[in-house]
């Protein structure tokens, strides 16, 4: 499948819906190969950031410590 977009002067781009259809996702992994550009459907945006995250903790345990924060604050000053 071909599809033509056109690049706004902000260096936006309208994925047009067909394409949007075939990748099944909100949210794409840019790879630039030369001058070819390859968009990648991401399921996880987790999964998309780990690259990222390389020795550092956990989605689940940061989330899991920004919850216990929340629930401390709640107990400690809350009215």
């Not at 099944?24 to 987790?46: C, F, H, M, W, Y």
């Not at 629930?71 to 009215?79: L, S, V, Y």
């Amino acid at each position: 499948m071909t599809v033509t977009a056109k690049i706004t002067s902000k260096g936006q781009l309208t994925i047009p819906r067909a394409a949007r259809m075939a990748l099944k996702s909100n949210t794409v992994e840019v790879e630039i190969q030369g001058d070819t550009v390859i968009l990648r459907p991401v399921k996880s945006v987790a999964g998309a950031l780990a690259s990222y995250a390389k020795g550092k903790e956990t989605f689940a345990e940061v989330r899991a410590k920004v919850w216990q924060e929340v629930a401390d604050e709640k107990a400690g000053g809350a009215p």
